[in-house]
Nanobody, 121 residues
Framework: QVQLVESGGGLVQAGGSLRLSCAAS????????MGWFRQAPGKEREFVAA????????YYADYVRGRFTISRDNAKKTAYLQMSSLKPEDTAVYYC??????????????WGQGTQVTVSS
């Protein structure tokens, strides 16, 4: 069992930056690939970024590549999402997710409760 708690969301102006954190507890953090998803009002949840267990491999959705950076600190059991050059269309609830082993299309095993990010124009 893994518990995930996101933090760092808030209100920011377009062009600004935020860093989200995802603190994990429970089983061995380094055994899990970590990812971020988001869900805007009236839309389906969508993939944002993911990172391998060691942190050496990262994956990004096209609409955030070059603006967002995912990272992790296995000693602190925390994953991060650094978001820069934010746009109003980035407004959403952002969810942290964990998948045992390698990141795959099968979907995460655990989810956090989400943190709201609002980008004003």
């Amino acid at each position: 069992q893994v518990q995930l708690v996101e933090s760092g969301g808030g209100l920011v102006q377009a062009g600004g930056s935020l860093r989200l954190s995802c603190a994990a507890s429970g089983q061995t953090f380094s055994a899990y690939a970590m990812g971020w998803f988001r869900q805007a009002p009236g839309k389906e949840r969508e993939f944002v970024a993911a990172i391998s267990r060691s942190g050496t491999t990262t994956y990004y959705a096209d609409y955030v590549r070059g603006r967002f950076t995912i990272s992790r600190d296995n000693a602190k059991k925390t994953a991060y999402l650094q978001m820069s050059s934010l746009k109003p269309e980035d407004t959403a609830v952002y969810y942290c997710a964990a998948e045992l082993g390698r990141w795959s299309a099968q979907g995460p095993d655990y989810w956090g409760q989400g943190t709201q990010v609002t980008v004003s124009s």
